[in-house]
């Protein structure tokens, strides 16, 4: 063999072989298919187009969107037919078949979905209650708007007040759009009340409070308590998976006593009791909601291009003496005003006030945030949407999705007896290091979008989460629901624990 030569075919076949050869072959077949099975995958997963215009360019204007809104409703036909009981249910066995169908509901759940009670989506079922409780109220306000002599006792325009605490509009206006033209996946609103999951009372308690006379007002209060209460699905649970919307702290004041059982989306706790009796309101069975920004958002382009402007180390722009909590606000103003780097000035809610607030807001680096009347203020979602570090000065303060969302890393938090100390908080703020500065700045562009309203609704925008902490909140609803039905008037252990709170609190205050 050693004398023989090899014929070239031979030879050519294994230099074929040779893996110096075969390695790069390999590599461009790899390629080769990687690339044709990659973009086959993608094509196929690709997200579907969003549907048509509503869900290309969301409306974040409380005024535009409303005014769509009614255009539409208007417009169009009757609302799907569901089973909204139209008259009182007095006889116990409605409330009992009721019953006996949300039983074989949800059994069908927990048999058949092994991810039951935590699958989502949420089922929330909207009740269709009479006109004179929604688009009479939201017709109300779109007719008298621009009546810029309605002002409150303290001098804030009353229309811009109901713009703040608009969460019932929005949450509302996402629930029964078409499901084509809806954004959330997370809830799905449904027509068979056996097949919720929770309750929504589309009652514009905020509007009703402010644009009627007193007593029109209560005696509305009182039909929409009757109405409620008279639905099967609340007398079953006693109102437990039933949403009400009671945003500003007087709406619903003279009848709410009768809905405590009831999730109440609030603006805050006020712990202090000014506001709430005590064992009304708690973080276990209530929902804090931000206040709907009266700004303009501040952008990503909007806050690199500030970023050289913000030459103002605190800004403050407000009513400067209020009552209750906000008695901070004129101690703080004594102590600061006058300090280099610092803006305080008095202000309202008008458009004027605006375009001060949002023209300072966007000079300055940090942006004081002091009680209101209650713990909470909508200037500190304007500070957020702004981009503008909140120094939050409010002992009693409760925080919108503080479940999901962590505060210390977009907002200086200081105690109130801290704050008032002559020189302190500005010299802890100029000890606030440029890259604590930058950290927090970055976050606040990260987090804006979650106190951004919108129809459609957006994804981790603030109607997203209030539906995802509401999933939270379903299976503990239904065990104190079950667990109210079953127990006897003899039982030692008839007390829930909202009893038991309100029972500890009223002896503390009794030491």
């Given at each position: 063999?050693?004398?023989?030569?090899?014929?070239?075919?031979?030879?050519?076949?294994?230099?074929?072989?040779?893996?110096?050869?075969?390695?790069?072959?390999l590599l461009l077949l790899l390629l080769f298919l990687y690339l044709l099975?990659?973009?086959?995958?993608?094509?196929?997963?690709?997200?579907?187009?969003?549907?048509?215009?509503?869900?290309?360019?969301?409306?974040?204007?409380?005024?535009?969107?409303?005014?769509?809104?009614?255009?539409?409703?208007?417009?169009?036909?009757?609302?799907?037919?569901?089973?909204?009981?139209?008259?009182?249910?007095?006889?116990?066995?409605?409330?009992?078949?009721?019953?006996?169908?949300?039983?074989?509901?949800?059994?069908?759940?927990?048999?058949?979905?092994?991810?039951?009670?935590?699958?989502?989506?949420?089922?929330?079922?909207?009740?269709?209650?009479?006109?004179?409780?929604?688009?009479?109220?939201?017709?109300?306000?779109?007719?008298?708007?621009?009546?810029?002599?309605?002002?409150?006792?303290?001098?804030?325009?009353?229309?811009?007040?109901?713009?703040?605490?608009?969460?019932?509009?929005?949450?509302?206006?996402?629930?029964?759009?078409?499901?084509?033209?809806?954004?959330?996946?997370?809830?799905?609103?449904?027509?068979?009340?056996?097949?919720?999951?929770?309750?929504?009372?589309?009652?514009?308690?905020?509007?009703?409070?402010?644009?009627?006379?007193?007593?029109?007002?209560?005696?509305?209060?009182?039909?929409?308590?009757?109405?409620?209460?008279?639905?099967?699905?609340?007398?079953?649970?006693?109102?437990?998976?039933?949403?009400?919307?009671?945003?500003?702290?007087?709406?619903?004041?003279?009848?709410?006593?009768?809905?405590?059982?009831?999730?109440?989306?609030?603006?805050?706790?006020?712990?202090?009791?000014?506001?709430?009796?005590?064992?009304?309101?708690?973080?276990?069975?209530?929902?804090?909601?931000?206040?709907?920004?009266?700004?303009?958002?501040?952008?990503?382009?909007?806050?690199?291009?500030?970023?050289?402007?913000?030459?103002?180390?605190?800004?403050?722009?407000?009513?400067?003496?209020?009552?209750?909590?906000?008695?901070?606000?004129?101690?703080?103003?004594?102590?600061?005003?006058?300090?280099?780097?610092?803006?305080?000035?008095?202000?309202?809610?008008?458009?004027?006030?605006?375009?001060?607030?949002?023209?300072?807001?966007?000079?300055?680096?940090?942006?004081?945030?002091?009680?209101?009347?209650?713990p909470s203020s909508a200037r500190l979602f304007d500070a957020i949407v702004?981009?503008?570090?909140?120094?939050?000065?409010?002992?009693?303060?409760?925080?919108?999705?503080?479940?999901?969302?962590?505060?210390?890393?977009?907002?200086?938090?200081?105690?109130?007896?801290?704050?008032?100390?002559?020189?302190?908080?500005?010299?802890?703020?100029?000890?606030?290091?440029?890259?604590?500065?930058?950290?927090?700045?970055?976050?606040?562009?990260?987090?804006?979008?979650?106190?951004?309203?919108?129809?459609?609704?957006?994804?981790?925008?603030?109607?997203?989460?209030?539906?995802?902490?509401?999933?939270?909140?379903?299976?503990?609803?239904?065990?104190?629901?079950?667990?109210?039905?079953?127990?006897?008037?003899?039982?030692?252990?008839?007390?829930?624990?909202?009893?038991?709170?309100?029972?500890?609190?009223?002896?503390?205050?009794?030491r």
């Open positions: 063999m050693a004398g023989k030569h090899l014929p070239p075919s031979f030879l050519h076949h294994r230099r074929l072989r040779s893996p110096a050869v075969l390695f790069p072959l099975f990659s973009s086959s995958y993608s094509a196929s997963f690709r997200d579907p187009a969003p549907p048509s215009s509503p869900s290309a360019d969301p409306d974040t204007s409380f005024l535009i969107s409303l005014e769509r809104f009614l255009s539409r409703r208007s417009s169009s036909s009757a609302s799907a037919l569901d089973d909204t009981a139209s008259a009182a249910a007095d006889d116990d066995a409605v409330v009992r078949k009721f019953d006996d169908a949300v039983f074989a509901s949800e059994s069908e759940r927990l048999w058949g979905d092994p991810y039951y009670p935590l699958d989502l989506p949420l089922r929330v079922y909207v009740y269709e209650m009479p006109r004179k409780f929604t688009h009479d109220l939201l017709s109300l306000f779109w007719s008298t708007y621009k009546e810029t002599s309605n002002l409150t006792s303290n001098g804030s325009p009353v229309h811009r007040l109901i713009e703040q605490h608009s969460v019932d509009y929005w949450l509302w206006a996402d629930l029964i759009a078409p499901e084509s033209e809806r954004l959330l996946k997370n809830v799905v609103r449904v027509h068979r009340q056996e097949e919720a999951d929770l309750f929504y009372i589309p009652f514009f308690t905020t509007i009703s409070f402010f644009l009627l006379e007193k007593q029109q007002c209560k005696a509305l209060y009182r039909e929409a308590l009757k109405w409620v209460t008279d639905q099967p699905a609340w007398k079953r649970s006693e109102g437990r998976d039933h949403i009400l919307p009671v945003h500003h702290p007087w709406s619903f004041k003279s009848v709410r006593r009768y809905v405590k059982n009831a999730i109440w989306l609030l603006p805050d706790m006020d712990s202090t009791g000014n506001w709430y009796k005590p064992g009304q309101v708690s973080l276990e069975k209530d929902l804090i909601l931000p206040y709907s920004p009266n700004v303009d958002l501040c952008d990503a382009k909007c806050l690199s291009d500030s970023q050289s402007k913000r030459t103002t180390l605190l800004f403050f722009r407000g009513r400067l003496k209020r009552n209750a909590g906000g008695k901070i606000r004129a101690k703080l103003v004594a102590e600061l005003s006058g300090a280099e780097g610092v803006v305080i000035e008095e202000g309202s809610a008008g458009d004027a006030g605006k375009a001060a607030a949002q023209s300072g807001m966007r000079r300055s680096i940090f942006c004081l945030s002091p009680a209101g009347d209650t702004s981009g503008c570090i909140p120094v939050i000065a409010s002992d009693e303060l409760e925080l919108p999705f503080e479940g999901i969302l962590d505060y210390r890393k977009i907002a200086l938090f200081v105690s109130s007896s801290d704050a008032v100390q002559p020189g302190w908080l500005l010299t802890y703020l100029r000890n606030v290091s440029t890259a604590q500065v930058r950290r927090l700045q970055s976050n606040l562009a990260k987090y804006s979008r979650h106190f951004i309203y919108s129809n459609p609704a957006k994804r981790l925008g603030p109607e997203d989460l209030v539906w995802r902490m509401m999933a939270g909140k379903v299976v503990n609803i239904r065990l104190h629901t079950r667990r109210s039905q079953r127990v006897v008037k003899e039982s030692r252990s008839i007390c829930t624990c909202d009893c038991r709170r309100a029972n500890i609190t009223n002896s503390m205050s009794l």
